[in-house]
């Protein structure tokens, strides 16, 4: 008799709290090195936004911009999301590099012509394989987003050679590829922060850097000084939605796959605000740079050629480095693309 009474009432009491085999966090840290305006910090924004709406309020994503859960320092995101410091994150190839040396597959120089090979790239094996990778280290890669094609500025002088790089002191970020890709083309790279490359832009410590039309304009780097832009799509850099693993492992199966469609749906919107303006069809946001007084050189593509051919060693090296298979997968996908 009492024995059923207590199961009646368990039974009852479990009836209530259907998530009590879950235990959820009251709010899920999601860093992201930029935040609302730009591209990445508004898909990050809608990943939180789709999950509480879809979970009816259940689970709460919060955003930190800024890099901000590692003090600023991007390229120390991953390895804090492996630990649990941080629960998720939209984060860049770029600053996972350190720790997914595969992730330097999208920095190779003029691997990616377009945003249809990019695309090929993440949605193919190649992106597979990288996904993969990510899944042996503790973190749970759900879905690509978009920082995009990094172009450059500088505050010297129009850049339409090599020769013209030569010597300008450039401000670049994360893996050694990017050093020396710059040092290849005779430019002085230098290492550093998104937090430390706006007053070094604004000092004139650096003279250049690299990043998208979306950073760049949101980031206002025509006022400080950025007055020379060339659009030479060298590299495209993808966003991940991800999730520290041992944070993931405490949800129900079905919250796992509510978190993984939301960040898919977050990060195809972000792609698309991302791409906005910088079309052919849609020149919009490039015409706002130039009324801004900035200069706009556009390569043709033997001028491009010259940067490819000037970097083409670099590319060889860092294609042993990163694994063969797997750029060779995405060099496939490319050409098919
Ligand atoms: O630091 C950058 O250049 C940025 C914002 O694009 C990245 O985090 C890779």
Do not use: C
């Amino acid at each position: 008799m009492l024995s059923s009474a207590v199961a009646a009432g368990l039974a009852m009491l479990l009836a209530g709290q259907p998530a009590s085999a879950e235990a959820l966090k009251p709010e899920y840290k999601v860093s992201t090195v930029l935040g609302a305006p730009f591209p990445w910090g508004l898909s990050a924004q809608r990943w939180a936004d789709l999950v509480k709406e879809r979970s009816n309020g259940r689970i709460v994503l919060k955003v930190y911009p800024g890099a901000q859960l590692v003090g600023g320092d991007q390229t120390k995101e991953f390895t804090a999301m492996r630990q649990g410091v941080i629960d998720m994150a939209v984060g860049s190839t770029i600053n996972w590099s350190p720790q997914v040396s595969q992730l330097n597959l999208f920095a190779l120089p003029f691997l990616m012509p377009d945003f249809r090979a990019l695309d090929a790239i993440t949605s193919g094996p190649a992106g597979k394989m990288v996904f993969d990778v990510i899944a042996t280290k503790d973190v749970v890669p759900l879905a690509w987003g978009e920082n995009g094609f990094r172009e450059l500025s500088n505050s010297k002088r129009d850049v339409r050679t090599p020769e013209d790089l030569k010597g300008l002191k450039i401000r670049v970020v994360g893996s050694p590829l990017f050093n020396e890709t710059f040092t290849a083309l005779g430019a002085n790279p230098t290492q550093m922060s998104w937090a430390d490359a706006q007053p070094a832009l604004s000092t004139g410590a650096v003279d250049g850097q690299e990043n998208p039309l979306a950073v760049y304009s949101l980031a206002k780097l025509y006022t400080l000084g950025q007055k020379h832009l060339t659009l030479w799509g060298y590299v495209a850099d993808p966003l991940i939605f991800a999730v520290s693993k041992p944070v993931w492992d405490t949800f129900s199966p079905e919250d796992q796959a509510l978190l993984r469609a939301a960040a898919a749906d977050a990060g195809a919107y972000g792609r698309d605000i991302a791409r906005k303006g910088i079309t052919v069809e849609d020149p919009s946001l490039l015409t706002q740079i130039e009324a801004a007084g900035v200069t706009v050189t556009r390569l043709s593509p033997a001028q491009q050629k010259a940067f490819q051919k000037a970097t083409a060693a670099v590319y060889d090296k860092w294609k042993a480095r990163i694994g063969a298979d797997l750029v060779t997968a995405a060099e496939q996908s490319v050409a098919a693309s």
